[in-house]
């Protein structure tokens, strides 16, 4: 499949620390004793990735206004749920969390590409 845009290139460009992904493993049935098994969390460290500010048409067409400019987005080539916990571990070792609130396909335009938007979570008025 032929991309649209070297997206690949782009979130090289912008990767800077490191990004972990807290995944919640599905809900199971215990078919033996009928009781509901809630999934594992499992931390998934991401390789390809880069977290970038909202742009200013973004947060200007934001319905509600519930974005700020503490929100970013995330591009990566792992799939994951809307509700996903994110630590972004910046270079200077200080920690991020953000929660993801939406999810974008854009497969279209390069093949296993997905845009998350992500509300900081942590922000206190101590921060920069």
């Known amino acids: 499949m032929m991309s649209l845009f070297n997206f690949k290139a782009l979130v090289r460009k912008y990767k800077t620390g490191r ?3 807290q995944i919640r493993e599905p809900d ?3 078919e033996d004793n009928g009781l509901a098994i809630k999934g594992k969390h499992k931390v998934l460290q991401l390789s390809n ?3 970038v500010p909202l742009s200013n048409n973004e947060l200007a067409n934001d319905e509600g206004g519930i974005y700020s400019r503490d929100d970013r987005k995330l591009y990566s080539y792992v799939a994951m ?3 996903t916990d994110i630590c972004n ?3 200077n070792g200080s920690k991020k969390f953000y929660k993801i609130m939406e ?4 497969s279209d335009f390069d093949e296993g590409l ?3 938007v992500l509300k900081r979570c942590d922000r ?3 921060d920069n």
């Open 19 to 21: 990004v972990l992904a």
């Open 28 to 30: 199971r049935y215990d």
């Open 49 to 51: 990735f880069a977290i």
């Open 81 to 83: 749920e809307k509700g």
């Open 89 to 91: 571990i910046q270079n």
């Open 103 to 106: 999810v974008r396909d854009y």
């Open 114 to 116: 997905f845009i998350y």
């Open 124 to 126: 206190n008025d101590d």
